[in-house]
T-cell receptor, first 109, second 113 residues
Framework: RKEVEQDPGPFNVPEGATVAFNCTYSNSASQSFFWYRQDCRKEPKLLMSVYSSGNEDGRFTAQLNRASQYISLLIRDSKLSDSATYLCVVNPFGYKLSFGAGTTVTVRA | DAGVIQSPRHEVTEMGQEVTLRCKPISGHNSLFWYRQTMMRGLELLIYFNNNVPIDDSGMPEDRFSAKMPNASFSTLKIQPSEPRDSAVYFC???????????FGPGTRLTVL
């Protein structure tokens, strides 16, 4: 079983729509959680950390469910510039980060 | 502020040649990571340095790969001899003390013919 599993998508949505997707992780002792965004042929960039109580950053909302071992990301009022691959990232211990394969989101005009 | 700097950005070489990739982490960061990304395998951690000391090199594929960090502002990843299956994007990332957040460089796109 992979450490982090994501629906690869693609999620194809019109501008202004809301899109949401999850990832699951296998290690129940995982400490920290993140969403990274990766544009085509670019490096992964930290989008937001995910806290146990859930957190928002503008149009982005992240939720963590430790009991079910999943993390979600919701994007409201989608923009064309939100088109990217979103990587779910879990810190199972210490320094190590486990990356999901990514969920591709395409926002169309 | 300068982010992680990597060079070269692109490298095309022939099988059997030596390849050296370079990384300058963000100033003040004490952890450095080398990753490889391919379509088939995604992002794989190759090696992790903390305070210039290699802590975990279990991801280094084989003896053809080696990495060094002679000081806090410079690291190299060397492949000798290179093979076509080494073709990938190699990322360097760094993180500050006490944090698990990693900041990635722009990557080196390596093609081995």
């Amino acid at each position: 079983r992979k450490e982090v599993e994501q629906d690869p998508g693609p999620f194809n949505v019109p501008e202004g729509a809301t899109v949401a997707f999850n990832c699951t992780y296998s290690n129940s002792a995982s400490q920290s959680f993140f969403w990274y965004r990766q544009d085509c042929r670019k490096e992964p960039k930290l989008l937001m950390s995910v806290y146990s109580s859930g957190n928002e950053d503008g149009r982005f909302t992240a939720q963590l469910n430790r009991a079910s071992q999943y993390i979600s990301l919701l994007i409201r009022d989608s923009k064309l510039s939100d088109s990217a691959t979103y990587l779910c990232v879990v810190n199972p211990f210490g320094y190590k980060l486990s990356f999901g394969a990514g969920t591709t989101v395409t926002v169309r005009a | 502020d300068a982010g992680v700097i990597q060079s070269p950005r692109h490298e095309v070489t022939e099988m059997g040649q030596e390849v050296t990739l370079r990384c300058k982490p963000i100033s003040g960061h004490n952890s450095l990571f080398w990753y490889r990304q391919t379509m088939m395998r995604g992002l794989e951690l190759l090696i992790y340095f903390n305070n210039n000391v290699p802590i975990d090199d279990s991801g280094m594929p084989e003896d053809r790969f080696s990495a060094k960090m002679p000081n806090a502002s410079f690291s190299t990843l060397k492949i000798q001899p290179s093979e076509p299956r080494d073709s990938a994007v190699y990322f360097c990332a760094s993180s500050p003390p006490g944090s698990n957040e990693q900041f990635f460089g722009p990557g080196t796109r390596l093609t081995v013919l």
